[in-house]
């Protein structure tokens, strides 16, 4: 039991200082490219940050009971050895992984979205208006469980390598920051191309805080084009 619950804490430091240091780097960025785009919002900053903490520990919990039943037990589906699966499956496995979590966000977050549940849950996300760099996690307690579930669950059914799931980890974070900063970081050409048409930058997350009832998706707009919740992107 002490091994799981330092497990948990230490998952938990871990996920604030990746946190931290993520919405640190791109509020700084934000500073540089955008001088005086968060200027007034000193108040919201610090309650974003103040959930987001709290968010913190809501992940860093299961990720730690994950981590221990992998190290201490053999319980989940993570693999360290690159010859243990083809190799075809590693790319595959960060595709399927990030498929299966934009599905789930998307369909909570449509969830969220219901007028009891909005006011009651996810009203304190959309307190961020406009969103900062140090939104990304800013939750409630509920919304954090429902959002930090998905990937400690897939590893104990889906197999994928270590450095696999770092990447998902990796790529959940960054596109959650730069999504809220408020400004596209992203070329315009990029942004507007084929493949753009299909990702979500801060163009298009964006148009979600202003609108509200559309644009749910994390990673790709496949389920708002087939939903018709696109709404495009917002105004430069």
Aim: hydrophobic share 50%; glycine share 6%.
């Amino acid at each position: 039991m002490d091994s799981v619950l330092a497990s948990a804490v230490a998952m938990t430091v871990i996920v604030a200082v990746r946190y931290l240091l993520t919405s640190g780097l791109f509020a700084w960025a934000t500073h540089e490219v955008r001088p005086g785009h968060y200027n007034g919002l000193e108040k919201q900053i610090r309650s974003e940050i103040g959930w987001s903490l709290a968010t913190a520990a809501i992940y860093g919990v299961p990720a730690g009971v994950v981590a221990w039943g992998w190290q201490q037990h053999g319980w989940t589906m993570i693999y360290t050895d690159p010859q243990a699966l083809p190799l075809w499956w590693m790319p595959v496995s960060l595709l399927v992984y990030l498929f299966i979590h934009d599905t789930w966000f998307y369909w909570t977050h449509r969830w969220m979205h219901r007028p009891a549940v909005f006011t009651r849950i996810h009203a304190i996300h959309h307190a961020s208006r406009p969103p900062t760099a140090w939104a990304a996690m800013n939750f409630h307690p509920v919304e954090a469980a429902v959002v930090s579930l998905l990937i400690p669950a897939l590893v104990f059914v889906i197999p994928i390598h270590v450095g696999m799931l770092g990447l998902v980890l990796l790529i959940m974070t960054v596109m959650g920051v730069t999504n809220h900063m408020g400004w596209e970081m992203f070329p315009t050409w990029l942004v507007h191309s084929r493949a753009g048409n299909w990702l979500i930058t801060a163009s298009h997350h964006h148009r979600h805080h202003e609108l509200y009832r559309c644009n749910y998706g994390l990673y790709f707009r496949i389920w708002d084009r087939l939903c018709g919740t696109d709404k495009g992107l917002s105004a430069p």
